[in-house]
């Protein structure tokens, strides 16, 4: 069993930036893809960021330039560094890795 959990989520003003950190359990970390994902209220979950088992990364186009997602595998770790935030951005991120999905950290931008 796979356990995903996020932290680093909060608010933060248009411009700003967070580090989003997904720490997961397992002994086979290396192995797995792991992929960032999106909630807001009347907006479809989007696939954020995904960062494969040989670290080659994907980005949605909306944030392509502002997000970057890396993974630390000696300390099980994935981050998603989120710069130029825009309101737009609001929702509840989730990290997903090896069919476990985390119960999110929000994210809000506003003034």
């Known amino acids: 069993q796979v356990q995903v959990v996020e932290s680093g989520g909060g608010m933060v003003q248009p411009g700003g930036s967070l580090r989003l950190t997904c720490a997961a359990s397992?002994?086979?970390?290396?192995?797995?893809?792991a992929s960032w994902h999106r909630e807001a209220p009347a907006k479809q979950r989007e696939l954020v960021a995904l960062i494969s088992s040989t670290s080659n990364t994907t980005y949605a186009d909306s944030v392509k330039g502002r997000f970057t997602i890396s993974r630390d595998n000696a300390k099980n770790l994935v981050f998603l560094q989120m710069n130029s935030l825009k309101p737009e951005d609001t929702g509840v991120y989730h990290c997903?890795?090896?069919?476990?999905w985390g119960q999110g950290t929000q994210v809000t931008v506003s003034s």
């Open positions: 397992t002994s086979i970390f290396r192995a797995y893809s």
């Open positions: 997903a890795m090896g069919g476990a």
